[in-house]
């Protein structure tokens, strides 16, 4: 174990600021979203001594709550999740500026009444006006909650006002855009952040660091070098109790669409001119416009879905995707997903990156596998009679840390090779690395950074990619054509062949 005075990981933590005082008023505040995640990251900020005091959160949702019903659930959520309050005396404290106000979206009556409330509470917690709003309600009501807060002149400043948007942010290239037509009428872009969680994790933050801290990885990050890249989020969750907005979304629209995306852009994109939000949203973007999918007229040939069957998970039967509450008996909701894409850059042409996702897999894990290139000619013999080429991978959950595979000559008088891995894991420096990312992502928004949220025009160069694939799959089809894989198995077989056919295989995780 590293001691705290030498632990170099540890200085970093020493360092941040404090936000401003404000209002962070949550549309969706009776929801899953605000109770398991939201509340609880604003009360980890605030034990962190990151947030004011003074910082505010009112909860909007249809339900008749009060101020006390709101407090008590969102105790409860805390109690759920983390077995309790820690410590006693702060929640109480915390809880003083936890406020409801009912209301509904589609009324242009909810929206006075919350605005009157907020200027009260900006006078008896003094807030100044700062707001945040944060939409964490079903994606179809995103476009009505933006024009009547727009309506309601509660987004007209532009310093002041925030809007935070969960995602989904569409279902589709079309609706991406009509949706940001709608935030481009009463939002400029500097107020709007929109979430994708996997930017908050630190080892996805990590990524920039990696390549663009040092030097000696950036000769090889490109086509002379790499052979492939493999992107890989499995999850070892079915789809719980959320078959209501599953069912419409589906693997693609859910992972690949936005957090796989992301991976595959900070793992791709150039160099940005520098840290600022725009220089990295810029290159992400440019990345994406360089991508598609490697064969939209032969699907299988570049996008492969796949649904769950019933199977077993920790010696235990678990249901097929079809069987799972509140799910179509012949669903073809996709609940994994797997695609090939090609970049036409100069850095990458002809390197494919390979994105899988699913739900019920074996494991748990998301990471990031550069492949290298084999030696041009191979001198010794691999004791695993395999061929081993150097793979660099970066593991964002969990086991967070970054590995690099190499071989090594065995002890002995012949020159036989095999595998090893250099190893760097965040938990070697005592140091948790797992933050649950919505709390980083509520300062950056509160401290007005939008470095890790995405842009209008990077949502839409991620649907621009995908769509082709989408547009398919929302056609009626066959639910017996959709590919199976059993609970607790990786990939379909046609995912398999999706890889196996260029020569190469999935790994094994
Ligand atoms: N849950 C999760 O783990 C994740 C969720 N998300 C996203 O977060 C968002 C919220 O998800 P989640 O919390 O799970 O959803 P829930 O279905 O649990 O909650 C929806 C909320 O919306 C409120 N609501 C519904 N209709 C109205 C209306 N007309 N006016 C005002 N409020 C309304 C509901 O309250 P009431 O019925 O009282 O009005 C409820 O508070 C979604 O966009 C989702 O995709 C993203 C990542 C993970
Ligand atoms: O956004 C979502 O992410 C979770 C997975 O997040 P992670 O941080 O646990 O990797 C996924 O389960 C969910 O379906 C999706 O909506």
């Not at 030097?215 to 499995?234: C, G, K, M, S």
Request: charged share 25%; net charge neutral.
């Amino acid at each position: 174990m590293v001691s705290l005075l030498e632990n170099p990981l540890r200085i970093g933590l020493q360092q941040q600021g404090m936000s401003e005082p404000q209002i962070i008023v949550i549309f969706g505040a009776s929801g899953d979203l605000t109770w398991r995640k939201l509340v609880p990251a604003l009360y980890k900020l605030r034990r962190e001594g990151r947030i004011a005091p003074e910082t505010t959160i009112v909860g909007v949702a249809r339900r008749d709550w009060s101020h006390d019903y709101f407090r008590e659930q969102m105790r409860k959520g805390m109690e759920e999740i983390y077995g309790g309050v820690e410590p006693e005396e702060l929640w109480s404290d915390f809880v003083k500026g936890l406020f409801y106000c009912s209301g509904n979206i589609d009324n242009p009556q909810s929206y006075q009444k919350l605005n009157t409330f907020l200027s009260e509470l900006d006078r008896q917690r003094g807030t100044r006006g700062n707001r945040m709003f944060y939409l964490s309600v079903a994606p179809n009501f995103f476009p009505e909650a933006i024009k009547q807060l727009g309506t309601a002149r509660m987004l007209d400043d532009s310093y002041k006002h925030r809007l935070v948007i969960e995602k989904p942010f569409g279902r589709d290239l079309a609706s991406a855009k009509s949706l940001n037509a709608v935030v481009g009428k009463y939002c400029v872009e500097e107020q709007i952040y929109r979430i994708d969680h996997y930017l908050g994790k630190e080892t996805v933050q990590n990524l920039l660091v990696f390549r663009f801290a040092n030097t000696i990885f950036e000769p090889l990050w490109n086509r002379r070098y790499v052979d492939h890249v493999q992107i890989t989020v499995a999850e070892t969750v079915g789809v719980e109790d959320r078959a209501g907005y599953y069912e419409s979304s589906g693997a693609l629209r859910d992972m690949l669409q936005n957090h796989l995306m992301q991976l595959f852009c900070l793992t791709a994109m150039e160099a940005p001119n520098s840290m600022d939000a725009d220089s990295i949203r810029t290159e992400k973007v440019k990345v994406l416009q360089a991508t598609r999918l490697s064969d939209v007229h032969n699907l299988e040939r570049s996008a492969i879905r796949g649904q769950y069957s019933s199977g077993w998970m920790k010696g235990k039967p678990v249901p097929g995707y079809r069987e799972e509450p509140g799910v179509d008996i012949n669903s073809t909701t996709p609940t994994y997903v797997a695609t090939k894409f090609i970049v036409d850059n100069w850095r990458w042409q002809g390197v494919p990156f390979y994105l899988r996702t699913g739900k019920r897999m074996p494991k748990k894990v998301s990471e990031i596998s550069i492949h290298f290139r084999d030696v041009p000619s191979r001198m010794f013999q691999s004791a695993s009679q395999q061929i081993n080429a150097n793979i660099l991978t970066m593991r964002i959950q969990p086991n967070e840390g970054i590995s690099l595979h190499f071989d090594v000559k065995m002890p002995g008088a012949e020159f036989r090779t095999r595998s090893v891995d250099m190893d760097f894991s965040y938990g070697s420096f005592g140091i948790e690395a797992k933050s649950d990312a919505y709390d980083r992502l509520f300062l950056d928004c509160m401290m007005c950074d939008q470095t890790l949220f995405t842009r209008g025009d990077e949502v839409e160069a991620a649907w621009q990619i995908v769509t082709p694939a989408l547009s398919v799959w929302d056609l009626p089809s066959n639910p017996s054509l959709i590919p199976k894989y059993e609970a607790g198995t990786w990939e379909p077989v046609e995912a398999e062949l999706l890889i196996n056919q260029d020569g190469r295989h999935w790994r094994r995780l």
